[in-house]
């Protein structure tokens, strides 16, 4: 694929990085002259100082040949016009933008959902823009997926499947611990499948001679409502989160507010079994050090206690029972303050923890301060634009543990290679492995077996190596367009 980026932020090169080591011909684009200066020595692309929103310019790096086109500089305005720009002449592009600003991304979003008949079929789609990421709503629904799913650790959950994959740790004593990944399949009777092994720090896929060290970090895929069982296996537990603390009523803080509190809709009585989810907590708090932003909180949710303190206030937090709380979401725009202070309460008693942070890069150093869960923010928006770009076959793309391994969620075309082949036949260990197949004639996803027949319009989610992502995306995708 030949894509062009406009903006060489921490967004930009990160994306740009990803696509070229997936060997796709990318084009970035920047009009400061250090930035570009700096890039340049880096990637192993085109990389050009100019203003991205001139079409002469784009012409100049091939957007007339390009498939997409990915606006992400720190201007919304300018991504939008840019890809309102490349639509009028070249309307086949896939256009991306990314949008800070929520208002923005609401309004865009009521207008195409109240005028969804206009914007359905051959007519071009609001401001040119195909996709529009809005960094606040990819972080704030990633951390409300992993509150639903009970905050035990990184959770991965795959749309009509009850499988997720859920990182745990081994205990020391455990029944896991020093056993061959082999012999680990008789300690239990419920079906499951160990994705990843995170060994100090480094992840790999593993093979059946792989030991399960006391301390090391792995990827379990399971069926939701047997992962208390897993989790016992590891020598932890699960428990109810009735109360819950949010530091952060800012608009990812907002976000987060309004979706977990909200009463579920429409839910079949299967859905409200589920374990995925949660019942609405008994006890929600939300603390602020801005006024402003919790008196509107206040407003917002009559149903939460609002307070204006300070959460790094030992005192307040033990007078108003915080430090027994169940869980604590820290969601503030201080990213490396949320991580201290996950910590910090969770020392204090709390019993769970998730935290907003920057990158992956800080996801490790999360862990090891003993948080459970972190949520890097920019990987979240990344995620979501890659996912735009791997072509029709390809469902979702999501990256996991510190960015070493992907997951890749696809339809298998008639093109691919994949098709009237064995999984044994298609297996490279250490490079890829398939966790869930839903066959073409089937509702339900189930983990496949070596002799498990690959058919055009199957569905496969895959976990491998960054690294390797763009040929097994050939192999099981096909053409990209």
């Known amino acids: 694929m030949k894509i062009v980026i406009v903006g060489a932020g921490f967004t930009g090169i990160h994306l740009a990085k990803l696509l070229i080591n997936e060997k796709n011909d990318v084009a970035l684009i920047d009009n400061n002259e250090t930035t570009v200066r700096h890039v340049s020595n880096q990637l192993d692309c085109t990389v050009m100082?100019?203003?991205?929103?001139?079409?002469?310019?784009?012409?100049?790096?091939?957007?007339?040949?390009?498939?997409?086109?990915?606006?992400?500089?720190?201007?919304?305005?300018?991504?939008?016009?840019?890809?309102?720009?490349v639509d009028t002449v070249y309307p086949d592009v896939?256009?991306?933008?990314?949008?800070?600003?929520?208002?923005?991304?609401?309004?865009?979003?009521?207008?195409?959902?109240?005028?969804?008949?206009?914007?359905?079929?051959?007519?071009?789609?609001?401001?040119?823009?195909?996709?529009?990421?809005?960094?606040?709503?990819?972080?704030?629904?990633?951390?409300?997926?992993?509150?639903?799913?009970?905050?035990v650790s990184d959770v991965q959950t795959f749309a009509g499947s009850d499988y997720e994959l859920t990182r745990m740790t081994i205990a020391e004593g455990s029944k896991l611990a020093n056993q061959k990944l082999q012999t680990v399949r008789s300690l239990t009777d419920k079906h499951f499948l160990i994705a990843y092994v995170e060994e100090e720090g480094k992840t790999s896929l593993p093979s059946g001679d792989t030991i399960l060290n006391p301390g090391d970090s792995i990827g379990v895929l399971v069926l939701k409502n047997d992962v208390n069982e897993m989790l016992a296996l590891c020598g932890s537990a699960q428990k109810s989160l009735n109360s819950i603390a949010l530091i952060g009523a800012g608009r990812i803080g907002t976000i987060i507010a309004e979706k977990l509190m909200q009463p579920k809709e429409k839910k079949s009585?299967?859905?409200?079994?589920?374990?995925?989810?949660?019942?609405?907590?008994?006890?929600?708090?939300?603390?602020?050090?801005?006024?402003?932003?919790?008196?509107?909180?206040?407003?917002?949710?009559?149903?939460?206690?609002?307070?204006?303190?300070?959460?790094?206030?030992?005192?307040?937090?033990?007078?108003?029972?915080?430090?027994?709380?169940?869980?604590a979401i820290c969601a503030t725009h201080n990213h490396e303050m949320n991580m201290v202070l996950a910590a910090f309460l969770e020392s204090l008693g709390v019993g769970q923890s998730v935290s907003l942070v920057t990158s992956s890069a800080f996801s490790s150093i999360a862990r090891k301060l003993g948080v459970d869960v972190s949520v890097p923010l920019r990987d979240a928006v990344v995620d979501s634009i890659v996912s735009h770009?791997?072509?029709?076959?390809?469902?979702?793309?999501?990256?996991?543990?510190?960015?070493?391994?992907?997951?890749?969620?696809?339809?298998?075309?008639?093109?691919?290679?994949?098709?009237?082949?064995?999984?044994?036949?298609?297996?490279?260990?250490?490079?890829?492995?398939?966790?869930?197949?839903?066959?073409?004639?089937?509702?339900?996803?189930?983990?496949?077996?070596?002799?498990?027949?690959l058919n055009a319009g199957d569905h496969v989610v895959l976990i491998t190596l960054a690294e390797e992502n763009g040929k097994i995306v050939s192999f099981f995708g096909g053409s990209v367009k």
């Open 389 to 453: 770009l791997r072509g029709k076959s390809v469902k979702e793309v999501h990256t996991i543990t510190t960015g070493d391994l992907e997951i890749i969620e696809c339809a298998l075309p008639a093109d691919s290679k994949a098709i009237n082949k064995t999984l044994k036949d298609v297996s490279n260990p250490g490079v890829f492995l398939v966790l869930l197949l839903k066959k073409h004639d089937s509702s339900a996803y189930e983990i496949p077996v070596g002799d498990t027949v």
């Open 269 to 327: 009585l299967r859905a409200l079994f589920s374990r995925q989810l949660v019942k609405r907590p008994q006890t929600f708090v939300i603390i602020d050090n801005d006024e402003a932003l919790t008196k509107k909180a206040a407003e917002k949710f009559p149903s939460a206690n609002v307070f204006c303190a300070d959460a790094t206030d030992e005192s307040f937090l033990q007078e108003e029972g915080i430090d027994k709380f169940d869980l």
């Open 49 to 85: 100082l100019a203003d991205g929103n001139d079409l002469n310019t784009l012409e100049e790096v091939g957007i007339a040949k390009a498939n997409a086109l990915v606006c992400v500089t720190e201007s919304d305005e300018i991504n939008m016009i840019t890809c309102s720009l």
């Open 94 to 151: 896939i256009k991306i933008a990314r949008v800070r600003n929520y208002a923005y991304y609401v309004n865009t979003a009521a207008t195409k959902k109240r005028h969804a008949d206009f914007f359905s079929g051959k007519n071009r789609p609001l401001y040119g823009i195909d996709y529009m990421i809005n960094p606040d709503v990819e972080a704030a629904s990633a951390i409300v997926q992993a509150v639903e799913n009970g905050a």
